[in-house]
Every structure is written in C-alpha cells, then in structure tokens.
C-alpha cells in the first residue's frame, strides 16, 4: 500500500496531505462515514475503486465491484435503504447503464446517505463519447455538487453524505478528468463514526415504487427538492469574490472555476467572479443578485452551456438589462476540456480582452503523435493475428467492444468495424447476421463479457444468429487498471472469491460450439477460428492468457527475443502482419528492443524465417564463432 493510501485511514483532523482527487473523494466518504460502496472500474473514476480495493478492509468499509454499473447502482440502493452511509462512483457514460435504477431511486429515496458519483470525460480521453452528466441530475431532480479541485472533492463528497441523510435523496456528485486526476493538498478532518450494519424497515408504499406510489413519491420529491433549493441558495459552496461594482461578472463551476480564478489572480480579469459548486437545484435568487449588479455576465463551464441556459432563462423571465455570453453567443466551444488557453481566448471573443502578445499555444507546439497502442506481450495481438489468418478472403465484419482489445482498429489490425457501448458487441452482430449476408465477428473481453455481453449472447442463440463470439479472456479488467472481476477468483476486498467459468455460460446459454485457446500458441488459435469460420450457429471461441502486464515477471523469466540478422530476409512480415511496440527497423534491418520485449516469444511463430529466436541463443552463436 503506497503511503499516501495510509494517510487516508488516519484520524488526524488539520492534517494536510498532498493526493489525487480521486483518493480525496474516499477521504471525505471516510470522514462521512462511510459503510458500503459499490463500483464498476471506469476512468476517470478507476482510482477510487483502486483506493478503496486497497484501504476498504482495513477501514471497516465493505466494498465491491459489481459486474457492472447498473447492479452498483442497485446494491448501493438497498444499503442506503437500509440506513447505510453509502458511495457509488462510475464514469459518465456508466451512469447510463445504471440510469434505470437511479432515476427511481430519486422517487423512493434513501434513508442512509447516498452520494453517486459520476466523473465525466471532456474530450474523450478514454471514452466513446463526451455527454455531459449534470443533466442527470436535472432529469432525476435531485441535489448535484461539482468539486474543483482535490480538497474541494473530499469536502463536497463529506457534506454530500449530510446533504443526502438529510432529505433522504441520493446526491450527484459530478467530476470531470481534470478534476479526478489532478493532485493538491487535502486538509483533513476528522473520521466519521461507522454503522457497519443496517436494518431494512419494510415501507411498501416508498420502495415498491408501482404506479400508484411512484405518482405519491414524485410530488413527495418536488416538495424536498424546493426545500433543498432554499439550502443551494445559502450553501458557502456557492460564493462570489471580486469587485462587486465591475462591469463584468464572471460564473464558474468544476474545473473551469481554476483557470477564472488564475486569471484573475495575475491580473488579467476585473470582475466579480461568483463559483458555483451547489449547481443543482439552481440558486435562482443568489444568480439573480448577482446579474443586478453587472452589465455583463459571462458564464464559464465544460462540455453543454447547463448553467449558461439557467440563467439566461432567469434573466429572460425577471426582465433583467444584462447581457449574458458563453457558448450560445459562440464566446466558448460546447466541444473538449478547457484549459487556460481556451478560456482565455473565449474571454477575449467576449469581452474583448487582449491576448497576451508572444506567446505560444499548447496545439501549436511542433510535438510527435503516439498513437495508443497494445502493449507488448499483449494476448490480443497474438489473437488478432490469429484470427486474420483464418478469415483471409472471407468478408467479414469486426464488431468491437470497450476495452484495450478496441486497439485492434490500427493497422495491421484492423479489426474494429463497429462500435456503440460496453457489450454491443455481440448485439449489433445479432443484427449483421440478419442484414447481411456477411460474416460478423463480435469481440469482447472478459470483465465486458460479465458487465454486459451475457444478454446479447442468449439473445444471439434465442434469434438463431450465425456469428463468432470472440471472448478475450486476459484474467483481469485490464483497461482501467487491472481490478479483479468475477471470472479471477477474487472479490473486491481482496479475498477468495467464487471463480466464474465464461465457457460454462456459454454453455449454458446454448452457444453451438465453445472452444478455449491460448492466443501464444498461433497455430492452434488459427484452427481453432476456422473451425469457427466453418461452423453455424453462435460459435464460442475463448482466447485466453493473462494480460502481459499481469504477468510481465513470468514472461520476462522465459526470455527476450531478439533478431537473428543472418536468417532475417527483411521480408518485413512480422512489422506488417504483427506490429508488436519492441520492434524497430534501421535501415532494411528489423530490431528488437529487449527493454520493451515482453518475452511472449509469439514473434518467433510469425517470422516466415525462423529468425526471430531467444537473444540467449544468438548470444551462444556469438560464442561460439568467437
């Protein structure tokens, strides 16, 4: 455990610690108290998850990580309902997989504290798309906080809990990359008392939300939810500084707050900035102050002008004089994260600030791409490999999933065709099968297979689909950052868990065929897909091998590779049909870099030469001649 994972658990109030947000957000769910918490790994939001995998039994908090959002959603329901202290975190597009369960939870409501928190993504770091989430909260109609920064995001998270238990809602707790994964020092406070277990009060009439109750506890949520307004309007997470006379007034939330507050600080703006950090329900009469006393207010926010659009509708319907710019008048892009050079140039096209002279903008610096790619050792490669052996001169079609096997869509991969969201893969194929007469190939990892791949495979079976079902099983959640899930024999404290067989499922759901592969040996993983190719139905095939990563110590032991230079015929096969990141060329001559060499030895099956051998063997050779 890293040690600033041990300062969490300590009970030192006025301590001041210097940690990642996202281990702040634990800190300040530990200072609320928290009992029970639930995740599927998503970035931005993976490190909490990792924090609390790491700290969670020590801290007497249980934890999970549940086969996918939705069913994270639902537990941490039925705790809070019990009288539990509960957090439930997720990316933002994983609030959509768990949006049936929320959107009623904020009907029926909670009795312990609820926070969820949902770190979105500007500009699509890691993700499909870039929505924003502060509408959620909108749609579901229930209180939402947005952090600026680390200290920030273990206060709001503490006070969220209060927030929470005191009107019995569930509370919003929304981040952006930015903000998640940004380090500063955290000023602690003092750890919450735990309730460890709750007890469940049967009220039918709340929680069995039919018709007919779900009618009475909407109402019941619009009475709180005015109630809650009355605290945004007041709360110290809403605040103003500045010159109060000014012209210009400035309105910030999440990460878009710093860079104002930077720029004001050097002198570059004169104004009053008002920050909102209680952005749901909208602080009306403290925005409506604040538009009285400037000419023009300028609203400064990442991804959809959600507050830009609250107050000018304020304005429009209290005839206030004040013009109002952001993103509707063009000032600032709806699209990307922010950074310093964006904000300014939008308070330039508003305001008609000067650019500072000379200097040199971040995308205009002359720097090389990196494209991602799969690391070295990957099984996927060797799979991939495989597979396109197989299918050559077939007319396929490569439905992808979620995951770092979504790589395979570079050269000379190229097998990603078609992509929407965790477990579409084997959905859309369904679809192919039946409007084409092409083959569709669909591919998923084994963390996607549990979170959702399992219900597009008996809809697969049950429609009588012909298509591949490609399971890359590489034993671990990979992408996110290696967490456990259900088919690794470990829970999400770390202890011995009930290993879940992905052949067996598929079994189970009536798939025509199931073979294993191990993707390292390509011969057998190529027979096996055309056996595949050949088959009918929904065939199976499941390559599996532990993600190099995860195994790198036992790859390493076996030995790198290297290039024997007199078998080499610089035919180039192994840079165009494999590609694996240790190869390099100089000149007409292939290298391998056996810093980066993960030793698969998968290179040695694909050089038509055989010159891709063991570094020890071509070491003896050199021995040997001398």
Do not use: W
């Amino acid at each position: 455990m890293k040690d600033s994972l041990k300062e969490i658990l300590k009970d030192e109030p006025g301590k001041k610690v210097f940690m990642l947000a996202n281990e702040a957000i634990v800190r300040g769910a530990l200072e609320a108290g928290l009992d029970f918490a639930t995740t599927y790994p998503g970035t931005p939001s993976s490190e909490i998850g990792n924090t609390l995998f790491e700290i969670g039994k020590e801290a007497g908090v249980y934890f999970e990580f549940s086969t996918n959002e939705k069913v994270a959603m639902e537990t941490a329901g039925a705790a809070a309902a019990s009288g539990l202290r509960t957090l439930t975190f997720m990316k933002h597009v994983g609030l959509n997989v768990a949006s049936d369960a929320f959107m009623t939870l904020a009907h029926s409501g909670v009795r312990g504290g609820l926070v969820i928190v949902s770190a979105d993504d500007p500009s699509c770091h890691s993700s499909q798309n870039e929505q924003d989430n502060r509408y959620y909260a909108q749609l579901a109609n229930i209180p939402m906080l947005e952090p600026a920064d680390p200290n920030e995001a273990k206060e709001m998270t503490r006070l969220a809990f209060d927030i929470s238990e005191r009107y019995e809602l569930p509370v919003l707790v929304r981040t952006t990359t930015r903000v998640n994964h940004v380090s500063g020092p955290v000023e602690f406070g003092p750890l919450g008392p735990r309730r460890k277990k709750g007890h469940f009060d049967k009220d039918p009439s709340r929680f069995v939300v039919m018709p007919a109750n779900a009618r009475r506890r909407h109402i019941h949520l619009l009475g709180v939810m005015e109630k809650v307004r009355a605290e945004a309007e007041s709360s110290p997470l809403n605040h103003a500084a500045g010159d109060r006379g000014a012209e210009v007034g400035i309105m910030a939330s999440g990460v878009a707050y710093n860079y104002i507050k930077d720029l004001a600080d050097a002198g570059y703006l004169e104004c009053e900035i008002l920050r909102l950090g209680f952005t749901h329900p909208f602080p009306t009469g403290l925005v409506k102050e604040f538009l009285a006393r400037h000419r023009i207010v300028v609203v400064v926010e990442e991804l959809e002008p959600y507050l830009e659009k609250e107050t000018m509708s304020l304005a429009q319907r209290e005839g206030m004089d004040v013009e109002i710019r952001g993103k509707t008048t063009a000032d600032f892009p709806f699209h990307f994260e922010y950074d310093p050079d964006v904000v300014k140039n939008g308070l330039h096209k508003a305001l008609g600030i000067p650019l500072e002279e000379g200097g040199v903008r971040a995308e205009e610096l002359p720097m090389p791409t990196r494209p991602p790619t799969l690391c070295p050792g990957c099984p996927h490669r060797a799979t991939y490999y495989a597979l396109k052996k197989a299918v050559r001169g077939k007319d396929v079609i490569y439905s992808t999933d979620i995951g770092c096997y979504t790589l395979g869509i570079q050269p000379p991969h190229e097998t990603a065709d078609f992509l929407l969201c965790m477990g579409s893969s084997i959905g859309a194929a369904g679809g192919f099968s039946k409007a084409t007469d092409q083959l569709p190939i669909a591919i998923l990892g084994d963390s996607t297979f549990f979170h959702a791949g399992i219900s597009g495979l008996i809809n697969a079976v049950y429609n009588q689909d012909d298509l591949i079902y490609l399971i890359l099983d590489n034993r671990t959640t990979a992408m996110t950052g290696q967490q456990p899930n259900p088919g690794m024999g470990i829970d999400g404290r770390g202890e011995e868990a009930p290993m879940i067989s992905i052949e067996e499922i598929c079994r189970a759901c009536g798939a025509s065929s199931v073979e294993t592969v191990d993707p390292y040996d390509t011969k057998a993983a190529e027979e096996a897909f055309k056996r595949a190719v050949d088959g009918e139905g929904v065939r199976v095939v499941v390559a599996k091998r532990a993600c190099a990563l995860l195994d790198a110590k036992n790859l390493k032991k076996q030995g790198v590779y290297t290039v024997d230079q007199d078998k080499c015929r610089h035919c180039f096969v192994c840079i165009n049909t494999f590609a694996c990141p240790a190869f390099y060329t100089e000149g007409k001559n292939v290298y391998i870099d056996p810093v980066l060499c993960a030793g698969c030895h998968v290179c040695g099956q694909v050089c038509p030469f055989g010159a891709m051998v063991p570094l020890s063997e071509v070491e003896k050779k050199k021995e040997g001649g001398e």
